[in-house]
């Protein structure tokens, strides 16, 4: 078997708390996160793949479901992907984050962020494959988008450094 299939040149996209990226083409698509989550949904017969990055399970009454909180990102992550013409049927999910350090807060707010990413998944019959979830660690995450492969980095604090757009020591 050669690997000229995997060597395809791929754009960069760093993904920011509170927003959604379906890749048009082969796409490295990194994020950070902490107590977020993030939902990678991969079509394996298109070859195709997106991320969500939220910050929170769901909006408290009366306010607007924006993509920061996780049933509104991953309900819109497969809307999206349906949008582009995939179907669920061929998609599958892994979710990321959802880390707990009761040193910064002492809400678990990841735990209820997986909780919210899993319900909705399963709601829409979509297959959770992989999941890297809770712990204390920060999670420097990387989705190659038209391969499904992603490398997780654990740090035990995550720096300003780790943030889009880069600077010093990563």
């Known amino acids: 078997m050669t690997h000229e299939s995997r060597e395809v040149s791929a754009s960069n996209y760093f993904l920011e708390p509170g927003y959604i990226f379906i890749a048009s083409e082969p796409t490295v698509i990194s994020t950070v996160l902490g107590s977020c989550v993030a939902v990678c949904i991969y079509d394996r017969k298109r070859k195709i793949g997106g991320m969500n990055h939220f910050l929170f399970p769901e909006p408290e009454k009366g306010m607007d479901p924006t993509a920061q909180y996780g049933n509104a990102a991953t309900l819109e ?67 190659h988008s038209n391969i499904n492969e992603i490398a997780i980095l654990k740090v035990d604090r995550l720096r300003r450094s780790d943030w889009y757009p880069y600077e010093g020591h990563r």
Request: charge should be positive.
């Open 77 to 143: 992550l497969i809307r999206m992907m349906t949008a582009d013409g995939s179907k669920t049927k061929h998609m599958e999910a892994q979710i990321l984050g959802g880390g707990f350090n009761p040193d910064i807060s002492p809400l678990d707010i990841g735990r209820k962020n997986i909780m919210a990413a899993r319900k909705i998944l399963t709601s829409r019959g979509i297959k959770i494959v992989s999941e890297d979830v809770g712990g204390t660690k920060g999670r420097k995450i990387v989705f």
